[in-house]
């Protein structure tokens, strides 16, 4: 009772504003980066002269089969060990191999009414620097949400431990830039990046590689 009393005389406590303002914060930073998540980002060919302010560009990589032709020589050599110099078009083709053709009369899997999936990621090179990106579907039905969401990293390569990784110099997901939030980067590299599928062949030679660089358009992997 005395407690109620002095609550109602002398408002809340100190530490009770201070909950609360810390919690309006956190909605805060919430609201905005579900904001900017889904807010679109602009498709071109490449880099406009003079960007738009708060407009997150994205250069789809390319996939010509014409410059992909030595993709399967290319990749025979490297598991057995030989160093091998890529181009977008034969990283493209080979995270994105054609499907197979649906059977007649298949039924497809039925949707997940809510979920995160993320697809096949697309390469781009440019001036030395490696651009990932990964297409997510967000699918909500409670919310009425069914958007694809463009999961961008740009950066380099760098050992860590016994093998070489991607390093992401930035990153956004939509048009959120996740490295401005706080463990954010590492949670969206193992969600998105490092739990697409590699096949074993290829993982076990990137395990024995003594190099990787990213120079002008062009991805080198180099065998000791």
């Known amino acids: 009772m005395r407690k109620n009393f002095d609550r109602a005389r002398y408002g809340p406590s100190w530490f009770e504003v201070s909950l609360g303002a810390l919690l309006s914060v956190a909605l805060g930073i919430v609201l905005a980066a579900a904001f900017f998540i889904i807010k679109p980002v602009a498709t071109v060919k490449e880099l406009p002269k003079e960007p738009a302010v708060g407009m997150v560009y994205y250069i ?39 499907a197979a053709p649906v059977p007649p009369g298949s039924t497809p899997p039925p949707v997940p009414a ?17 651009q990932i990106t990964v297409p997510v579907r967000v699918k909500a039905d409670i919310a009425f949400l069914d958007t694809i969401v463009l999961v961008q990293a740009k950066g380099g390569f760098a050992r860590q431990g016994d093998t070489f990784v991607f390093v992401p110099k930035t990153m956004y997901v939509g048009s959120c830039p996740v490295e401005r939030l706080p463990l954010a980067m590492d949670y969206v590299m193992k969600k998105f990046f490092a739990s697409q599928p590699v096949p074993a062949d290829i993982a076990a030679a990137w395990s024995k590689l003594a190099d ?13």
Do not use: C, W
Request: hydrophobic share 40%; net charge neutral.
């Open 114 to 130: 809510n979920m995160v999936s993320p697809g096949a990621p697309s390469f781009h090179i440019q001036d030395g620097v490696m």
């Open 212 to 224: 990787v660089t990213v120079e002008g358009s062009l991805l080198k992997l180099t065998m000791p």
């Open 60 to 98: 789809e990589g390319s996939r010509e089969y014409s410059k992909a032709r030595r993709l399967t020589a290319k990749e025979k050599f490297f598991v057995k060990g030989g160093s091998v110099v890529v181009n977008e078009d034969e990283l493209n083709t080979a995270a994105n191999p054609v």
